[in-house]
């Protein structure tokens, strides 16, 4: 199995721009997750989606975020318009059970100028 | 508040010797605590999970330890090796409940 797989890998965008982030989950799990990853606020949850439906957006920032899951082999988090506060290491994570062990994906660093 | 705080902070052994990062939470209701292992530029990788009832695993040169009553954990690592320097993380899951409380991490770096 080839694991969480994201892309890109590396994001650099204008502040303004939007910006569409991609996951692919391992196949069989049933729940993804979105986490944001910065120095100062660690990982943080951003959305979580189980059997494609989001149950939890509680943690997307503000309206400028926004996540789908149109299958269950693939989801996006889109940002429009992009701020510079924006720029963090974007992780996907997919499991079989919402409580279950997260598999990771390798991230996304996107850098907002 | 749902709490996950580590210690230390960063940390430099020499290769060889072994380290013990520790962990202390105030996540009730408890469901399990998990260390994950992460290295630069990657992703999280899970190391062990433990319920209420586990109080040791271990996971290679890896050994965590549980103390429900009073809610710590330390993660054990013994005969460190260079490829041991990440990022280690406390995350602990409140029952029935799918949202994982992180630490903020402990940067360890084995120098040769």
């Known amino acids: 199995d080839a694991g969480v797989i994201q892309s890109p890998r590396h994001e650099v965008t204008e502040m303004g721009q939007e910006v569409t982030l991609r996951c692919k989950p391992i196949s069989g799990h049933n729940s993804l997750f979105w986490y944001r990853q910065t120095m100062m606020r660690g990982l943080e949850l951003l959305i979580y989606f189980n059997n494609n439906v989001p149950i939890d957006d509680s943690g997307m920032p503000e309206d400028r975020f926004s996540a789908k899951m149109p299958n269950a082999s693939f989801s996006t988090l889109k940002i429009q318009p992009s701020e510079p506060r924006d720029s963090a290491v974007y992780f996907c994570?997919?499991?079989?059970?919402?409580?279950?062990?997260?598999?990771f994906g390798p991230g996304t660093r996107l850098t907002v100028l | 508040k749902n709490q996950v705080e580590q210690s230390p902070q960063s940390l430099i052994i020499l290769e060889g010797k072994n380290c013990t990062l520790q962990?202390?939470?105030?996540?009730?209701?408890?469901?399990?605590l998990r260390w994950y292992k992460q290295d630069t530029g990657r992703g999280p990788v899970s190391l062990t999970i433990?319920?209420?009832s586990e109080n040791t695993k271990s996971n290679g040169r890896y050994t965590a330890t549980l103390d429900a009553d009073t809610k710590q954990s330390s993660l054990h690592i013994t005969a460190s090796q260079l490829s041991d320097s990440a990022s280690y993380i406390c995350?602990?899951?409140?029952?029935?409940?799918?949202?994982?409380?992180w630490g903020a991490g402990t940067k360890l770096i084995i120098k040769p």
């Open positions: 962990c202390n939470y105030t996540v009730s209701p408890f469901s399990n």
């Open positions: 433990m319920t209420f």
């Open positions: 995350v602990v899951s409140a029952d029935s409940n799918y949202q994982l409380i």
């Open positions: 994570a997919s499991t079989s059970g919402g409580r279950n062990e997260q598999f």
